[in-house]
């Protein structure tokens, strides 16, 4: 099988490493693009992490309340039971109305305050609604738990040079029909470019298995139809070479697919070297994965 190549590929003036980091997170700075921050807004805050949402969530919740402990005070002596001036008084009411807790301590007086209330309550339950919805959105995304190799490896496979890799499924679920890709991105100068960048998907020896549980090591064998045929580590290392491997297939448990990625620089090759031995058959035929061998690659010596 020829491999296929993306003919567009990427203009980069720089000799780059590639355009994704180790675990497969973009490296490229976006400017100048178009934006729509009230379609974007629910993608965005799915993309945030646990603890900027919760950053987020909380000033949104004290910036609520603190603006209707404003308006109340604006109001005058309308809060029975709050000291007038005191915003302090009038924040903790605030935070009552917003929560719908009501202690009784504290109630409003007159048309006025009593519209804000019914208006901060009205805002207290939509945010909480739409909170909620998000949170659980965020907490129901499904994920893969793919443990990646620190390294891939030049070796040998059936007396012929292969790039490998190797991954596991660290969570010990069961991800049905899993499919590997392997994508090489490289500095191929082009006229009037010398750092044009273009992509080959590197056909592997096997890129597909019906049920993901222990490890798979994704293997391209280096023959003539390879892009990498004749290349040595050290040429790799000064093109820029960077490989992308993704993993894609269904999560047994919540019936939803599953992904994952990671990505791999020339630094990060060991050349004539193969994976440790992870996988021992017991005495009464049980397996083991020892995780803790995972990343260790040795010489083909030992």
């Given amino acids: 099988m020829e491999p296929q190549a993306n003919l567009l590929g990427v203009s980069s003036q720089a000799q ?11 490296v490229v700075k976006r400017i100048g693009a178009p934006r729509d921050l009230t379609r974007d807004l629910y993608h965005s805050l799915l993309a945030l992490h646990w603890g900027r949402i919760a950053l987020l969530l909380c000033a949104l919740y004290c910036g609520l309340s603190l603006l209707f402990a404003w308006l109340y005070m604006a109001g005058g002596d309308c809060i029975n039971g709050a000291r007038p001036g005191h915003l302090r008084d009038y924040f903790f009411f605030s935070v009552q109305t917003l929560a719908t807790i009501g202690y009784g301590v504290m109630h409003p007086i007159g048309d006025y305050a009593n519209f804000l209330v019914s208006l901060e309550a009205f805002c207290g339950l939509l945010a909480f609604s739409l909170m909620t919805g998000l949170l659980f959105a965020k907490f129901s995304i499904p994920n893969a738990r793919v443990l990646f190799s620190r390294q891939a490896v030049l070796g040998r496979r059936d007396g012929k040079p292969a790039l490998m890799l190797r991954m596991a499924n660290a969570r010990g679920n069961h991800i049905l029909e899993a499919h590997v890709n392997l994508t090489l991105n490289r500095c191929e100068g082009v006229e009037g470019d010398p750092g044009y960048r273009r992509f080959h998907r590197l056909p592997l020896v096997v890129h597909e298995t019906p049920l993901f549980v ?7 064998i280096i023959d003539e139809s390879s892009p990498l045929f004749g290349v040595s580590l050290e040429e790799m290392q000064q093109g820029g070479y960077n490989f992308t491997v993704t993993l894609i297939g269904l999560d047994a448990l919540v019936s939803q697919t599953v992904h994952a990625r990671c990505s791999y620089d020339a630094s990060q090759i060991a050349a004539d070297h193969r994976f440790a031995d992870t996988l021992f058959r ?13 990343h260790e690659v040795v010489p083909y010596s030992v």
């Fill in 16 to 26: 780059s490493p590639g355009i994704v980091r180790s675990d497969g997170a973009p």
């Fill in 282 to 294: 017991q005495p009464d035929g049980t397996f083991v994965l020892d995780y803790t061998r995972f």
């Fill in 214 to 220: 222990l490890t798979f090591t994704a293997t391209h």
